[in-house]
């Protein structure tokens, strides 16, 4: 019989604060067999993460724990400390959300890998530093000798995520607690660590805790799927009963609120308005030099091409998606078009005028019209500010003619129209959830009726149940004032379900375009592909048997003019700082435009 390595009985996690008792987790009962990947999902507070972290002693000092929880047969809670360290990182390992946090700041990688290979095993010197050369190998990073000698914020996210997954594995765990593992990462770097999990957990025959929000994620790793709500678990069972008969009305909900490429939209969209467009985007060019080390005593400076020539138009109460993998380009264009950075060449054309760089007092009225929603509220919304000021700060600057009571008039019913309580006007930012601030956000961008709005990753924080809340909010504010969106984002599926067109850029340069359904149904580019085939799928038979199209390696360095010829690499000249070749664009379809490729340029 398969050993069962983790079992919680009863666990109850209960915190002291000033407001009273809060009961984070509420009697949670589940068992994790050898070779078994659980998947544990539910929304933000819902108590997954700190059901393991009370399970391994890992709570804060106000945290009240009881229950029981045996690993391999012995009782765990409330075992002395010296007694868990001997378990924590070497029998059990973490593996957190944010490896840029979870990692120490000050020390390279070869040391934090060291520190594992000398607490659990005595070993040290040459022999250590092998075995953690032998782990980032195995974890696909390249150059894993240089990389010891690295610094945590010189990696990138996928890399560092990767380096926690090597420090995790390396001890060889019975049980690996995959907490949000993916979380923050692009959709093809989510699918090389999901990739990396699955085949060490096949190698060395570890039960695997994943402790996730996304639904395409559990269809494609897990056995088992608990699904928690409120501190408590809801319903349990494999994952193809969990998603083809969920039994409790919350499981259904969450699996309705997954965005999914295939399938039905959940939002319905208006077609966009013809005639002329509000917004045309022409050869637009960003650079940023970066110094570099050379012979020179000061070093030197390079251009950092985030945007090398793209051009778009956009009609009125149309939503273009702009997709593509971080440091591809797609914050730096929108804030480029809305006037928040200064191009370097290319024409910016709204609503019929040129907005120009040098005609300050053109661009600031234009302001009225152009708007911007960011991606995490809490930091873009000023913590000394009610809600009510913070939407009604456009108005003061705009309309300064209103009145203080007409401007609050105003202000409660466009609260009212994003579906926020109009008695919340004197909160806080920091007394509401995210989602709330995240319409916050909404209402100040809308409360001016522009005719721009851009939405930068504006959802890609929020849990399925409020994202998809924010995406039909979104939509029902475009069929009433016919405000046009660009709307960044690296999921494909929320993008599939708000745009009615789509670009695709790599390295600063689009690489497709074309109506959205089309592209997500027949990509021609490589790059699209890829990104197509990375992107997680609600259904567990779709997400373990489609096509797996991979990109080899990290994404290169936007430094290097080769970088952008990827996917053509018959026309690279092999010269990091020469002027390269430029793909043409081909039309393959009515409005559907695909730069020119190499056939033979994905790995498969």
């Not at 000092?61 to 010296?82: D, H, I, W």
């Not at 380009?329 to 054309?349: C, E, F, I, M, Y």
């Not at 202000?411 to 601030?437: C, F, W």
Request: net charge negative; glycine share 6%.
């Amino acid at each position: 019989m398969t050993e069962t390595v983790l079992e919680i009985s009863n666990l109850a996690v209960t915190f002291d604060t000033p407001d009273g008792d809060v009961e984070a987790v509420k009697g949670v009962s589940f068992q994790i067999k050898q070779g078994e990947c659980l998947g544990i999902v539910g929304e933000s507070g819902s108590g997954k993460s700190q059901t393991f972290l009370a399970a391994f002693g890992l709570t804060s000092a106000n945290a009240r724990v009881s229950g029981s929880v045996k690993f391999q047969g012995r009782e765990v809670l409330g075992l002395p400390r010296r007694e868990l360290d001997q378990v924590r990182g070497r029998h059990v390992a973490f593996v957190f959300q944010d490896p840029l946090t979870a990692l120490t700041p000050h020390l390279t990688i070869e040391t934090q890998m060291g520190e594992v290979l000398e607490h659990h095993f005595k070993v040290t010197g040459e022999a250590a530093r092998e075995r953690c050369i032998e782990w980032l190998e195995r974890v696909r990073i390249p150059e894993a000798a240089r990389r010891l000698t690295q610094y945590p914020h010189e990696l990138s996210g996928g890399m560092r995520q990767r380096v926690m997954i090597g420090m995790a594995m390396m001890a060889e765990p019975a049980l690996l607690i995959a907490d949000e593992p993916t979380t923050a990462l692009d959709a093809t770097v989510q699918a090389q660590v999901l990739d990396l999990i699955e085949d060490l957990q096949k190698d060395t025959n570890a039960a695997v805790a994943l402790i996730t929000h996304d639904m395409g994620v559990i269809a494609r790793m897990a056995q088992r799927v608990a699904v928690m709500r409120r501190g408590e678990v809801v319903e349990t069972g494999t994952v193809q009963e969990i998603f083809s008969a969920p039994k409790a009305d919350y499981t259904k909900m969450l699996l309705k609120a997954v965005p999914r490429i295939d399938g039905e939209r959940y939002v319905p969209l208006d077609p966009p308005e013809a005639g002329a467009p509000i917004l045309k985007v022409e050869d637009v060019r960003v650079t940023f030099p970066v110094k570099v080390k050379s012979s020179s005593l000061f070093g030197a400076n390079k251009p950092l091409r985030a945007v090398d020539g793209v051009s778009f138009k956009l009609n009125a109460g149309e939503t273009l998606g702009i997709v593509g993998e971080s440091g591809c380009g797609k914050s730096t264009l929108a804030r480029a078009v809305v006037q928040l950075l200064p191009r370097n060449a290319g024409d910016v054309t709204f609503l019929g005028r040129n907005l120009l760089p040098s005609e300050r007092e053109a661009i600031r009225q234009s302001r009225k019209d152009l708007q911007i929603v960011f991606q995490d509220p809490l930091a873009s919304l000023d913590p000394r500010m009610t809600l009510g000021s913070s939407i009604a700060e456009p108005l003061l600057a705009f309309e300064p003619t209103l009145t203080r009571d007409e401007r609050e008039e105003r202000v409660k019913a466009m609260m009212t129209q994003v579906g926020l309580d109009p008695d919340l006007i004197n909160r806080y930012p920091h007394e509401l959830s995210g989602g709330q601030n995240q319409r916050v956000g909404v209402a100040r961008a809308m409360i001016l009726r522009p005719k721009l709005v851009v939405c930068d990753e504006a959802v890609s924080a929020l849990d399925v149940s409020i994202q998809a809340q924010i995406l039909k909010l979104l939509a029902d504010l475009q069929r009433e004032y016919k405000t046009s969106f660009l709307f960044i984002s690296h999921d494909l599926a929320v993008v599939r379900e708000i745009s009615h067109n789509v670009l695709v850029l790599y390295l600063g340069r689009a690489v497709e375009y074309g109506p959205a359904e089309v592209i997500l149904r027949d990509p021609r580019h490589p790059y699209t592909k890829a990104l197509l085939a990375a992107a997680p799928t609600p259904d567990p038979d779709v997400a373990r048997n489609k096509p797996r199209v991979r990109l080899v390696g990290d994404l290169p360095s936007p430094l290097d003019t080769r970088a952008p010829l990827r996917f053509l690499k018959s026309r690279i000249i092999d010269d990091p700082d020469a002027v390269q070749y430029r793909p043409q664009w081909i039309e393959v379809g009515p409005g559907h435009y695909v730069a020119e490729h190499d056939p033979a340029s994905v790995a498969a």
